[in-house]
């Protein structure tokens, strides 16, 4: 039995629902895959402390939050791209509102992403998302503020996406 | 659930299926080897030192530096990279005191978007004849195609899909010249080979899929592949033919001498280039590849002051009024889109160049 099973086995359970994880945080798909990549090479050389330790999970989110704001960190040189903008498309209301959503994610700064992602998507409390991002409980709930406040600003036709009671007590 | 929730779950649904497993344990030993190859050559560094140091020290003198090449940068892997920002050569060693040039250590590298470097020692540098040996990108800088001397063929890589293919049409590696070209379509399936720039010997354009090939006329260089036509240019005349990847199609002529031609734009019929041989005067020229007219001469402004740098080409279109002019110095290479009513520059990205990289190869710009 190859000692990198229990990890084959790990990655092959969670890979799907940590990339859409790291699909949120990027907005690309390729630069959620290399995002993914590298996180998961960093958890297979620790795999045996993690494994023994029972959190392989937390540990590979907390990763993947920290090295998707490490690399927003780094310079961004613009990307040539050779898929040219969309005209002339209809898409239906949701089709919309995602594509509105994801151009209001990519103007917020890399932690209000995250906390985003991990507040309302992953359903994370305050203090395991104030462990995934390294930070006090407190600095996730003004960030989350501010990043609502920011996404109101972005996109006022979204803001009834963001009127639900939990959202608004979250924010408060 | 919340309507936010609901919304954020719709996006990450268009998260791309993947299988990680494998990548990351390969990942994973691959680095564990480079850092005991790197423990193991400090360990040789520091006790070979000591000796001498402790031994030895009258022999200092005469000892022979023997270079050790600590290299950590990774191949190519054989799976999935994600897409490539741009290919270059290492540089030449220069060893001074005899002064020596080593080409011996030059090979391609590629850096993807995220910003990893791999080598790539399966793609010929250069011919036994000392002919440099291009690479190229496809346009979205998915695939990769380079020339392999072990299949005697260009081998086409999908670092997104992680596949690969070898082109069943054998190109013998004395065919390539000197300024040979090379250029890929966006899904891989095209390959134009141009054994020798400038020259009359014909080219090829390959299917690597089918192993279908046909002849392309010598007098033309391959510009780009895109949406199923190769763009080909006839200097001096200035002809420009519009091939289909089927055979067909006719050369349109200019009213004027002009090179450095950027790939078709969106609207499928204009074209961006310099006239020659003013194409140092930084004015950019458009033109219709339909009826040959000059459309417009645009000024370029914003574009570095100083004489320490130049024009050295066009590449894609970043939307149909900005086209990629790609500007080079002795340290950097530099791209700006050049918005062509206004002229004006605007930096998109920057490249090594100098003693860093040499050879850049863009995506889908044919390279030589």
New interface residues.
């Given amino acids: 039995m190859d000692r990198h099973d229990d990890f084959r086995e790990f990655v092959l359970a969670r890979q799907q629902g940590l990339m859409r994880t790291a699909y949120l945080l990027t907005g690309d798909a390729h630069l959620a895959e290399d995002l993914l990549q590298s996180v998961l090479i960093k958890v297979a050389r620790r795999w045996s402390k993690l494994s023994g330790d029972g959190s392989p999970e937390a540990y590979t989110r907390k990763a993947l939050v920290n090295q998707y704001i490490s690399w927003k960190r780094r310079p961004q040189p613009e990307v040539l791209s050779a898929d040219l903008p969309e005209h002339g498309t209809c898409h239906d209301d949701a089709a919309l509102q995602r594509i509105m959503l994801r151009q209001a994610l990519a103007k917020l700064a890399p932690r209000q992403r995250a906390v985003i992602v991990l507040r309302f998507w992953e359903d994370l409390t305050e203090a395991q998302t104030a462990e995934a991002l390294g930070c006090a409980p407190g600095t996730v709930k003004s960030q989350a503020h501010r990043a609502l406040a920011r996404l109101r600003a972005l996109a006022p036709e979204l803001a009834y996406l963001l009127n639900d009671p939990e959202i608004v007590e979250v924010a408060r | 659930m919340?309507?936010?929730?609901e919304?954020?779950?719709?996006?990450?649904?268009?998260?791309?299926?993947?299988?990680?497993?494998?990548?990351?344990?390969a990942?994973?030993r691959r680095?564990?080897r480079a850092t005991a190859v790197l423990a193991a050559v400090a360990t040789v560094a520091v006790v070979g030192a000591a000796s001498v140091a402790v031994t030895l020290p009258w022999q200092r003198a005469d000892r022979t530096a023997t270079p050790q090449r600590v290299d950590t940068v990774a191949d190519l892997p054989d799976g999935?990279?994600?897409?490539i920002?741009y290919a270059f050569q290492t540089p030449c060693k220069t060893q001074s005191n005899p002064l020596r040039i080593d080409c011996g250590t030059v090979e391609w590298r590629v850096v993807?978007?995220?910003?990893?470097t791999y080598r790539v020692p399966q793609a010929l540098v250069s011919t036994a004849k000392d002919y440099s040996v291009p690479v190229a990108i496809?346009?979205?800088?998915r695939m990769l195609v380079y020339y392999s001397r072990q299949a005697q063929a260009h081998v086409v890589r999908d670092l997104?899909g992680g596949t690969q293919v070898t082109s069943p049409v054998t190109v013998k590696e004395e065919r390539i010249g000197v300024g040979s070209m090379l250029a890929l379509s966006?899904d891989g399936r095209y390959v134009i080979f141009d054994p020798r720039e400038g020259s009359k010997d014909p080219g090829v354009l390959i299917d690597v899929r089918t192993g279908r090939h046909r002849p392309v006329d010598g007098k033309y260089e391959v510009v780009s592949i895109k949406g199923g036509v190769a763009e080909l240019v006839r200097y001096v005349k200035t002809d420009l033919w519009q091939m289909p990847v089927a055979g067909g199609g006719r050369p349109v002529r200019f009213d004027g001498r002009f090179i450095m031609f950027s790939e078709i734009a969106?609207d499928g019929r204009t074209v961006a280039a310099f006239e020659f041989p003013d194409h140092t005067k930084r004015r950019l020229t458009v033109l219709d590849a339909k009826t040959g007219r000059t459309l417009r001469k645009v000024p370029m402004r914003g574009l570095p002051s100083g004489r320490d740098g130049a024009v050295t080409g066009t590449?894609?279109?970043?939307?149909?009024r900005e086209v990629?002019v790609v500007y080079g110095t002795k340290d950097d290479v530099r791209?700006y889109a050049v918005n062509i009513d206004t002229g004006k520059a605007r930096q998109?990205?920057?490249y090594p160049a100098g003693g860093k990289a040499q050879q850049l190869v863009?995506?889908?710009v044919a390279s030589q």
């Fill in positions: 919340t309507r936010l929730r919304a954020l779950d719709g996006i990450a649904a268009e998260a791309p299926l993947v299988d990680l497993a494998d990548v990351a344990v990942g994973h680095r564990r999935a990279v994600g897409p920002a993807t978007r995220s910003g990893r496809s346009r979205d800088g997104v966006d969106p590449a894609l279109w970043t939307s149909g990629v791209t998109v990205a920057r863009l995506p889908g």
